[in-house]
């Protein structure tokens, strides 16, 4: 079965950097963007499970708030 | 025209324009006729109707107010004398009070009144007479005469195509059945025209005028519905229609994509949203109630959190964000804005899907996934495991569980083990498997016999040598056990077997933990997990001083006592059967042993263990000839020796008492032959002497009674 799982941003602050684009294939655990937060740290989202990237909702510099989803992710069951 | 008509014909009374005031004046004044001719340039281009006017006109009439009220000649309906009248001069006659007269000089001759005019039409025998039907016929709207008591009396063609029905069914028909019946009514209790209705039906589209017809009090008698068709107004309805179900069915298919759509101004005002409505995430019973509500302010109140409209007025692009409620809905809800021409957020669509359900299951999912993955990996490592050596040792007897168990404990340490156990109860099978269970599972595994090579050999194998280091060795020197075992697993079978001297320098390697090859001074600093193992009785070796006792003690760490076959019956089938099973898939055969002669193989001592059992079974299987190894056949190949605590053999079902007096017969005369005294037999038999001595005689005396048995 296809199934799509979110990648949420946990916090408040802006996309520093995205290391995915659409279509990439992500391994668990693998850093696919970085969040400069309010609080001035650099912060890795990464996901549990591997997948592939199905679309990417945000870009570099844009803020994010908690709950944002940043990409979309096809996974197989 | 003709002759009859000539005699209405009344002659033309004309004054000129062109004359001055004064005798325009007289000529007016002095005239009695209806209608006065003017003139200009001797040509009539228009008339006056003087019973129109008023006395106080007709007084203050002059030139300048003639021409005002003067109608243009090119008005008056113009016919010939001789030539027959067209109907379409007809309602030029209808429309004017007279009708001029040329002769066929063209020239006007006088002029007739209407009624005279229409009388001679009338007459006219060519012409049809049915004036009304022509008139209504001709007039490209529909007409439907309704009378006082709101039936259809009259009707016309264009009216029948238009509402697409026959002159049968619309004659006597009600006109409430028709058109609008609530029109109807308002036009006969009020009085008034009603203009423009629409009239939509499902095969119709017209545009429908009610007007009143009023009898001479006054009072409304009839109407008269005019109706015009509006193809446009037509399709439109259509169109409206369609839309309509589209609408429904756009609805019904977003609400199966998403669970709630909503669409909002650009202030955030719910202006539109699909029917359907998210448990328990807005905190009302119907959606409606959320209707002109301005979203940012629900969001401001805390009813779910983040918000999603803030974020995509931002932005000015579409937004995803996973929602909240205090209530643990989670919603995702996408926002999609809608730009207008100047590229300013003009809506902004809101599509939103309880997620709630799928979090909790997909996390669930996740949870047994990484419990598969443990599992599946644990799996892996048993079956690895199990590939390996362990996997030869069968057993089922709870002491060989024990053993086993000990050695799963022991992989996770280095320590020195002793293997305790008979010759053949598979101490270097057990030794491989320390190996292969422990951390050094990636690193050699060497097994040394110590004592199957001499104490020189031995020495240069365990320790190594350099070069040079004897005779007859080779040049580039010898690299012994312990070095090439380093980091993994040395086994030392039948260690007790160990000359004194290596047995100092055993000690010393297991101290020091470093090796000194033989003919050199240094020392090589190893590490070597050693597994020793022997059939002897080394503290008995140590009693004796035969081994050395420091020796003993340190490799005596971990001691791993095999037990022997004989005490453990119950691996006995499961080994037979493993080696039958063997033998069965090395030379496809396909023997098997008979259930006698299983139990024939537990009660046999086997003083050689499982190596005996192994080399009996193969020769069990090699020497049958039948594929069913039979109980018979068994007993013939194991030695049964009077010597050997076997068990007692029944191979058939005899009554109890019977089989326990062959029993006890058997066992006496065994005794009796064997030890010769009744005294030695009580001891062997552990019985008393007395009842040895009681049996005996009474063996003997059946004996003699019945010498055949």
């Not at chain 2, 926002?335 to 300013?344: D, Q």
């Not at chain 2, 089989?659 to 062997?684: D, G």
């Amino acid at each position: 079965m296809n199934y799509k799982e979110l990648i949420i941003s946990p916090y408040y602050g802006q996309i520093a950097e995205i290391y995915i684009e659409k279509g990439s294939r992500i391994n668990e655990g693998e850093q696919l963007f970085s969040i400069h937060t309010l609080e001035g740290n650099i912060e890795y989202i990464s996901f549990g499970i591997y997948g592939y990237i199905h679309s990417i909702e945000v870009c570099e510099g844009e803020d994010v708030i908690p709950g944002m989803v940043l990409a979309y992710v096809q996974t197989e069951f | 025209m003709n002759a009859t008509a000539l005699e209405k014909l009344i002659p033309l009374t004309c004054i000129s324009m062109d004359a001055p005031e004064k005798e325009f004046l007289h000529e007016f004044r002095k005239s009695t006729a209806s209608f006065l001719f003017l003139t200009k340039k001797n040509k009539i281009h228009a008339y006056l109707n003087i019973d129109e006017l008023d006395n106080e006109e007709r007084f203050s009439l002059d030139k300048k107010m003639a021409e005002t009220k003067a109608v243009p000649i090119k008005n008056i309906g113009e016919c010939k004398l001789g030539s027959p009248m067209s109907f379409a001069q007809m309602f030029q006659i209808m429309g004017e009070h007279i009708t001029l007269v040329k002769n066929d000089e063209d020239e006007y001759i006088g002029y007739i009144n209407r009624v005279d005019a229409l009388i001679e039409l009338f007459r006219q025998e060519n012409i049809n007479t049915d004036i009304f039907k022509v008139i209504l016929s001709s007039i490209p709207m529909g007409i439907f005469i309704v009378d006082s008591e709101r039936k259809i009396v009259n009707c016309n063609e264009s009216g029948l195509k238009m509402i697409k029905s026959s002159y049968e069914k619309v004659m006597r028909a009600k006109s409430g059945e028709i058109f609008n019946e609530e029109h109807i009514d308002t036009v006969f209790s009020t009085g008034e025209t009603l203009l423009n209705q629409i009239h939509i039906k499902e095969d119709m589209g017209v545009l429908v005028d009610y007007s009143p017809i009023r009898n001479e009090n006054n009072e409304v008698d009839g109407l008269i519905i005019i109706v015009q068709d509006l193809p446009m107004v037509e399709e439109m309805a259509m169109e409206i229609e369609y839309v309509r179900d589209l609408n429904t069915d756009l609805n019904a298919i977003l609400a199966t994509m998403y669970d709630e759509i909503l669409v909002v101004n650009k202030e955030g005002k719910l202006l539109r949203h699909s029917e359907s409505l998210i448990h328990d995430f807005w905190g009302v019973k119907d959606i409606k109630e959320l209707e002109g509500k301005n979203l940012l302010e629900i969001e401001k109140s805390g009813v779910y959190n983040p918000s999603i409209v803030r974020p995509v007025l931002e932005k000015k692009k579409k937004v995803s964000i996973v929602q909240e409620t205090p209530a643990g809905k989670t919603v995702l809800a996408v926002g999609n804005p809608i730009f207008n021409e100047n590229g300013e957020i003009h809506r902004i669509v809101i599509a939103l899907r309880d997620i709630t359900e799928t979090t909790m299951l997909k996390d669930e999912l996740r949870e047994t996934k990484r419990l598969t993955r443990n599992y599946k990996n644990e799996l892996e490592k048993l079956k690895n495991k199990n590939n390996t050596y362990s996997r030869q040792i069968i057993y089922c007897s709870s002491k060989m569980e024990k053993v086993m168990n000990r050695i799963r404990k022991l992989a996770d340490f280095d320590s020195t083990v002793l293997i305790l156990g008979e010759s053949g109860v598979g101490k270097e099978l057990i030794a491989r498997s320390i190996h292969s269970e422990g951390n050094r599972a990636h690193q050699p595994y060497l097994a040394v016999n110590c004592g199957a090579i001499t104490e020189d050999l031995l020495e240069s194998e365990l320790f190594g040598y350099t070069k040079g280091a004897f005779t007859g060795a080779d040049s580039k020197g010898k690299v012994g056990y312990f070095e090439q075992a380093n980091h993994g697993v040395l086994f030392l079978d039948e260690v007790s077997e160990i000359p004194p001297r290596l047995q100092v320098k055993l000690l010393r390697v297991l101290q020091e933990k470093e090796v000194t090859p033989v003919g050199s001074t240094k020392a090589i600093p190893i590490d070597v997990q050693i597994i020793a193992a022997t059939n002897r009785n080394l503290e008995k070796m140590v009693e004796e001083g035969s081994f050395r006792e420091d020796l003993f003690y340190r490799i005596n760490v971990i001691p791993i006592q095999v037990p022997p076959l004989r005490e453990r019956p119950e691996d006995i089938p499961l080994l037979a059967f493993h080696f039958i099973q063997q033998l069965n898939e090395k030379y496809k055969k396909n023997y098997h042993l008979s259930p006698d002669a299983v139990t024939l193989l537990e009660v046999y001592d086997w003083p050689g263990n499982i190596r005996e059992l192994q080399n009996q079974i193969e020769r069990l299987v090699v020497t049958a000839d039948d594929e069913v190894i039979s109980a018979e056949f068994v007993a013939h190949s194991l030695k049964f020796g009077p010597m050997k605590r076997t068990k007692p053999m029944v191979t058939g079902i005899l009554p109890m008492h019977e089989a326990k007096e062959h029993l006890e017969e058997q066992l006496i005369l065994l005794a009796m032959k064997q030890y010769k005294t009744t005294t030695k037999a009580a001891q062997v038999l552990q019985i008393s002497q007395s009842a040895v001595s009681r049996k005996y005689q009474k063996i003997l005396k059946k004996q003699t009674n019945n010498p055949d048995s």
